[in-house]
């Protein structure tokens, strides 16, 4: 037999057995499940949450200490681990949490929740749960609902710039924790940003700085970037927030001459005599204030900023 015949009958051989061979391997259909597949998120500060987990109904069955039995590990859903992540480093009931993401398993009881944020996020439920690679337990004090919920649902609630109440609600029950971003991360966020495209412009400096008035947050920071703003760009604007932050960081001398500078500069500039106004305000001179809100008053056309205008003179006097 020579090498073309050979070849020629090992080609042969393959194609036959090709077909049966292939037909024996185990293929899965993706088909629609019975607990949908179902995502919530939320961003605090610049920090965002997420979950992904399986929702499951109660269809008139005994949920608590039935279907979920007490006092066992569960996968908090249905299907694959729920999975939980947080793209900064938070505190989950004041105990820290790393950024990352995790697989949630819970411990029901009666009176008690023990609520499990696992390393280990890519297994099925809970049936290889290892307890030595925990991230974090917290013990919770579930609550009792009006509303059945018939689906599982993870909610959020109470929003604040550095806070959230969450909570696993199902067959009347609501297990609830506190999720807390400190200031400090999202400032750190901020601050990593003058890295990039918004260094190049005023803009950028400003609303950093403005952020660091209005949360009270970093003064001395904001004091820095409002500077940095008005190097790019003297206007009213940037000037009129330099002074307000050289007043709070105990800089009156230095705010009362951006004030100063406001008035003369852009003497027909109603925000101009506006902004004066504010740092007048904040340096404890309601006089001065007074009057330059009146200046800036007189100098707008728009009849909603007149009333608002007035509204604020109206308040000092």
């Known amino acids: 037999m020579n090498k073309l015949t050979f070849k020629i009958l090992v080609f042969a051989l393959l194609g036959t057995f090709a077909i049966p061979v292939a037909a024996q391997l185990p293929v899965s259909l993706n088909l629609p499940q019975v607990s949908p597949k179902e995502t919530r998120s939320l961003t605090i500060g610049l920090t965002t949450i997420s979950f992904e987990y399986s929702s499951v109904a109660i269809r008139d069955r005994e949920i608590w200490g039935g279907l979920v039995p007490y006092g066992e590990v569960w996968r908090t859903g249905a299907n694959a681990n729920t999975l939980f992540s947080v793209t900064d480093d938070v505190f989950i009931n004041g105990e820290p949490l790393s950024a990352g993401e995790y697989a949630i398993h819970t411990i029901p009881n009666k ?88 260094a190049f412009s005023w803009h950028g400096w400003y609303q950093g700085a403005d952020y660091t008035l209005r949360k009270n947050y970093n003064l001395e920071k904001g004091l820095e970037w409002a500077e940095q703003a008005v190097r790019r760009e003297r206007n009213p604007q940037t000037v009129g927030l330099l002074g307000r932050l050289q007043v709070v960081n105990g800089d009156k001398e230095g705010g009362l001459k951006s004030a100063s500078e406001l008035t003369k500069s852009w003497k027909d500039n109603w925000r101009a005599h506006f902004s004066a106004a504010e740092i007048y305000k904040e340096a404890g001179d309601n006089k001065k204030a007074i009057k330059a809100y009146e200046k800036a008053r007189d100098l707008t056309e728009n009849e909603r900023t007149k009333n608002q205008l007035q509204s604020r003179i109206d308040a000092l006097k």
Not at 113 to 122: A, K
Not at 135 to 159: C, D
């Open 111 to 198: 009176d008690s929740w023990t609520i499990i944020f696992s390393n280990f996020s890519t297994a099925w439920g809970s049936y290889f749960y290892d307890e030595s690679e925990d991230a974090l337990r917290i013990e919770v004090i579930p609550e009792e609902m009006n509303s059945a919920y018939e689906w599982m649902k993870f909610s959020f609630e109470n929003y604040t710039d550095t806070s959230a109440d969450i909570s696993l609600k199902w067959a009347g029950l609501k297990v609830p924790f506190k999720l807390e971003v400190p200031m400090e991360v999202t400032f750190r966020n901020i601050e990593n940003q003058f890295r990039t495209l918004p």
